[in-house]
């Protein structure tokens, strides 16, 4: 399913986006360290799509609005301190540069599909964290980190060949959060197809843990919540086009 990339998009640093074919996989957790909102295991199946090899840079964003919002500056490092309605704001400007009003064009990743190709998609060997069980091969997080975000594409990929999706910066996603009584019901319709999380809510998700993060925050389930409007400085995204 080849995309044909506009002379701008060309142009765009770090700009990269990996083809994941769509599947079915658990999505949630059962481990030791798996928390109330990340039960029960559920089954979902996701269509194909792209993403981001990286989350979105310093140098991309600067590449579509100089206004970079970020408390850390480098322009291979991950966008950070930005808000959901940030990065919203940002990807509308970004399919407005790009032409893409119509699919296939820019958004976040839903909880599902950043799930899906954290774990490898149809390729996962079912590893902890996004490209393996030890976060030192794959993450930057609180023991490894010296307290801040650094380049993306250092540690090892996943199976995808998509970097620092455990670690580094936190990455929004579109959905609402919801919590365990979201994933319950979902548990309960079977194999749910392409879900979008709840219709409602305080809260907006983002997932994979960040450079001030413990390790069992980077887990390829773990999931965590925060209001669309507040900006931290261990948080970013990525972007899928689909």
């Not at 490894?144 to 996603?173: I, Q, R, T, Y």
């Not at 931290?232 to 689909?242: A, E, M, P, S």
Request: hydrophobic share 30%.
């Amino acid at each position: 399913m080849p995309i044909t990339l506009t002379d701008f998009e060309k142009t765009l640093p770090h700009h990269e986006m990996i083809f994941v074919e769509g599947g079915e996989f658990g999505m949630g957790g059962s481990d030791e360290n798996a928390q109330s909102d990340e039960k029960p295991v559920h089954r979902v199946r996701v269509s194909s799509f792209y993403i981001g090899k990286y989350p979105v840079t310093q140098a991309m964003w600067e590449a579509v609005d100089k206004n970079k919002p970020c408390h850390f500056t480098g322009d291979n490092l991950p966008v950070e301190n930005v808000s959901w309605y940030g990065a919203q704001r940002f990807i509308k400007q970004l399919n407005e540069k790009t032409g893409r009003r119509e699919s296939p064009k820019y958004s976040l990743p839903t909880e599902s599909e950043w799930e899906y190709a954290a774990r490898g998609g149809v390729l996962s060997k079912g590893y902890v964290y996004a490209g393996g069980n030890d976060p030192e091969e794959v993450a930057w997080f609180a023991a490894n980190s010296d307290k801040k975000p650094h380049p993306v594409g250092l540690k090892k990929p996943n199976e995808l060949g998509l970097f620092d999706m455990s670690g580094n910066v936190a990455e929004w996603c579109e959905d609402y959060f919801g919590g365990a009584e979201y994933y319950q019901i979902c548990h309960n319709q079977g194999v749910v197809e392409n879900p979008c999380g709840p219709d409602s809510d305080t809260y907006h998700v983002h997932r994979g843990g960040a450079w001030g993060s413990p390790a069992k925050r980077c887990r390829v389930s773990n999931r965590l919540l925060m209001a669309p409007e507040y900006r931290i400085n261990t948080v970013g995204f990525r972007l899928v086009l689909g």
